[in-house]
């Protein structure tokens, strides 16, 4: 009797760790499966096809435009361009602790980006033909655009690489609903002429409706843009005296240290000149000085609602 006991004891042991075995290898395979794995795939960014192994965390973000979306969907990238040779004092405390510096915006050290071994590497369009193709020779490169009408494509491109799409269909929709909000609680923006200034070497510069903040600002908000820069493309440097032919009720003068480094006076020169001081719309202080900081690049997510909340606690206060 004690015998078929002991025999019927051990049965039951058996089977319920046999059970326990089953329940714990099923969790594992649960767990595998829902975890993201980097495969080769084909992705279509502005109408060209690339093959890329993503989702992935070994990124290189080797424009300004690229590291501003890394930060809003809070990705650390392996490597990041820099200014002047320091990394953009807004973003380098966001970007991750093991950030590496890849060199020059303009264009980045060959030899740094290869030593990361990345599986893709996010470049500008400003690059020359040169650059872009030494990078290409590392590994996948795509040259994410600097106009600002992108800034959607560009952040829906770093959601499919990074395995964070959805966040940034989230952002995408939180910016809108935060315009709508913007323009009903300040519908006078319509009949406001507003203008932005960067100085960069020393130069007023100027731009059209389809560069750095103009298309948020005269597109997303719907201010009024003034006549004067209609036939202005780009970037366009510009005297004090044809600044004070523009009739503009706003001004928005955005200065960055690293991008002044033979000028660094050039900011106060300005607000202490005389005929500056005459414009209309400085006169009536209704000139704003780097309401966000001076490197924003004007057309991502990120510039956006760091811009939008300025207009509402600087400007429209």
Same mark, same amino acid.
């Given at each position: #009797?004690?015998?078929?006991?002991?025999?019927?004891?051990?049965?039951?042991?058996?089977?319920?760790?046999?059970?326990?075995?089953? &329940?714990?290898?099923?969790? !594992?395979?649960?767990?595998? &499966?829902?975890?993201?794995?980097?495969?080769?795939?084909?992705?279509?960014?502005?109408?060209?096809?690339?093959?890329?192994?993503?989702?992935?965390? /070994?990124?290189?973000?080797?424009?300004?435009?690229? $590291?501003?979306?890394?930060?809003?969907?809070?990705?650390?990238?392996?490597?990041?361009?820099?200014?002047?040779?320091? $990394?953009?004092?807004?973003?380098?405390?966001?970007?991750?602790?093991?950030?590496?510096?890849?060199?020059?915006?303009?264009?980045? !050290?060959?030899?740094?980006?290869?030593?990361?071994?990345?599986?893709?590497?996010?470049?500008?369009? /400003?690059?020359?033909?040169?650059? &872009?193709?030494?990078?290409?020779?590392?590994?996948?490169?795509?040259?994410?655009?600097?106009?600002?009408?992108?800034?959607?494509?560009?952040? $829906?491109?770093?959601?499919?690489?990074?395995?964070?799409?959805?966040?940034?269909?989230? @952002?995408?929709?939180?910016?809108?609903?935060?315009?709508?909000?913007?323009?009903?609680?300040?519908?006078?923006?319509?009949?406001?002429?507003?203008?932005?200034?960067?100085?960069?070497?020393?130069?007023?510069?100027?731009?059209?409706?389809?560069?750095?903040?103009?298309? #948020? @600002?005269? /597109?997303?908000?719907?201010?009024?843009?003034?006549?004067?820069?209609?036939?202005?493309?780009?970037? &366009?440097? +510009?005297?004090?005296?044809?600044?004070?032919?523009?009739?503009?009720?706003? +001004?928005?003068?955005?200065? $960055?240290?690293?991008?002044?480094?033979?000028?660094?006076?050039?900011? /106060?020169? @300005?607000?202490?000149?005389?005929?500056?001081?005459?414009?209309?719309?400085?006169?009536?202080?209704?000139?704003?000085?780097?309401?966000?900081?001076?490197?924003?690049?004007?057309?991502?997510?990120?510039?956006?609602?760091?811009?939008?909340?300025?207009?509402?606690?600087?400007?429209?206060?």
């Amino acid at each position: #009797m004690k015998k078929k006991l002991f025999i019927f004891s051990i049965l039951l042991l058996s089977v319920f760790l046999s059970g326990c075995s089953q &329940t714990k290898n099923t969790d !594992n395979k649960s767990k595998n &499966t829902s975890q993201t794995k980097t495969t080769s795939n084909s992705i279509n960014y502005l109408n060209k096809n690339y093959t890329v192994k993503a989702p992935t965390s /070994k990124i290189v973000t080797a424009s300004f435009e690229s $590291m501003e979306d890394a930060v809003a969907l809070n990705f650390h990238p392996i490597g990041a361009v820099t200014i002047s040779g320091e $990394m953009p004092g807004y973003l380098k405390n966001k970007l991750g602790k093991g950030v590496a510096n890849i060199g020059d915006k303009f264009g980045p !050290n060959v030899e740094s980006v290869a030593a990361l071994k990345p599986d893709i590497i996010l470049g500008s369009t /400003k690059f020359d033909e040169k650059v &872009t193709s030494n990078l290409t020779k590392i590994a996948p490169t795509i040259n994410v655009s600097h106009k600002s009408d992108d800034w959607e494509k560009n952040l $829906m491109l770093m959601g499919t690489l990074t395995g964070k799409l959805e966040k940034a269909k989230n @952002l995408i929709s939180n910016y809108e609903k935060d315009l709508k909000d913007f323009k009903k609680n300040n519908p006078e923006i319509t009949n406001k002429k507003i203008m932005i200034i960067r100085i960069r070497e020393g130069e007023l510069c100027i731009y059209g409706e389809d560069f750095y903040y103009n298309p #948020m @600002l005269y /597109k997303d908000l719907g201010f009024s843009m003034p006549k004067e820069l209609d036939a202005v493309k780009g970037q &366009t440097t +510009i005297s004090k005296e044809q600044l004070s032919k523009i009739n503009s009720d706003i +001004i928005l003068v955005q200065f $960055m240290a690293s991008e002044n480094k033979g000028f660094p006076n050039a900011l /106060k020169d @300005l607000k202490n000149d005389t005929l500056w001081k005459n414009i209309p719309a400085v006169a009536k202080d209704n000139v704003f000085y780097n309401v966000v900081d001076g490197g924003y690049q004007g057309g991502t997510y990120l510039s956006k609602e760091v811009m939008l909340k300025a207009l509402n606690e600087k400007v429209f206060k």
